[in-house]
Structures are given as structure tokens and as C-alpha cells.
């Protein structure tokens, strides 16, 4: 059984930042890309940012320049810095992980429970 567990989020004023983190775990053979997405109480849920086995990196352009992904392959982890946080940063952050399971032949792509993420004075 494959899990991701996101954690980080909460409340937190504009300017301000905040750093979540995605840890996999269960029986895991290999991870390709994994990445960070959100969604907007009535809105559809968007990519935020992305990041390659290699470290390559994309990002929406709404947080360019504020936010960064990054990995940690030993540990099955990726992780987002967001700082210079605004109010329309508010949403559910999810994370994604394109996985290889110890039981199956093929990648596929799991996701995390989510976590709010709130931005306000």
C-alpha cells in the first residue's frame, strides 16, 4: 500500500510564509515526478509546481519567484517553501507522485490527502 502524508499547512498572515511537506511510504520501487497542486473552494485544482528526479523544476506563474519545490529522494519527500504568501493563496494543497509500487509493472500517479493552506489578516 502506497500513501502520501502532506503536512505543513495552517493560517498565516500575507507576507508570511509557510513550508509544507510530502513524505511517500508502503512498498515503493521508484519515484518519477512529484509535484504540488491546489484547489480553491469552488474552483478546479491547478498545478502549482512540479519537480523532475533530476531536480528540474516548473512552476505557474502565479508563484513564481515566491515559491520553491524540492526533493529529497532518500527520504521520498518533496517539499514546498512558500513565502510572500497573499490571501489568494488560500486553498487545499495537494501532492501528487508519479510511483512505481513494489507490485505492479507500472508508474502511477497517487495523491495526498491534502492540507489547507489560509492566508489572511
Known amino acids: 500500500q502506497v500513501r502520501l502524508v502532506e503536512s505543513g499547512g495552517g493560517l498565516v498572515q500575507p507576507g508570511g510564509s509557510l513550508r509544507l511537506s510530502c513524505a511517500a511510504s508502503?512498498?515503493?520501487?521508484?519515484?518519477?515526478?512529484m509535484a504540488w497542486y491546489r484547489q480553491a473552494p469552488g474552483k478546479q485544482r491547478d498545478l502549482v509546481a512540479s519537480?523532475?528526479?533530476?531536480?528540474?523544476?516548473n512552476y505557474a506563474d502565479s508563484v513564481k519567484g515566491r515559491f520553491t519545490i524540492s526533493r529529497d529522494n532518500a527520504k521520498n519527500t518533496v517539499y514546498l517553501q512558500m513565502n510572500s504568501l497573499k490571501p489568494e493563496d488560500t486553498a487545499v494543497y495537494f501532492c501528487?507522485?508519479?510511483?512505481?509500487?513494489?507490485?505492479?509493472?507500472?508508474?502511477?500517479?497517487?495523491w495526498g490527502q491534502g492540507t489547507q493552506v489560509t492566508v489572511s489578516s
Open positions: 501528487n507522485a508519479e510511483i512505481l509500487p513494489a507490485y505492479v509493472s507500472a508508474f502511477l500517479h497517487y
Open positions: 508502503g512498498s515503493i520501487r521508484s519515484i518519477n515526478a
Open positions: 519537480i523532475s528526479t533530476t531536480g528540474g523544476t
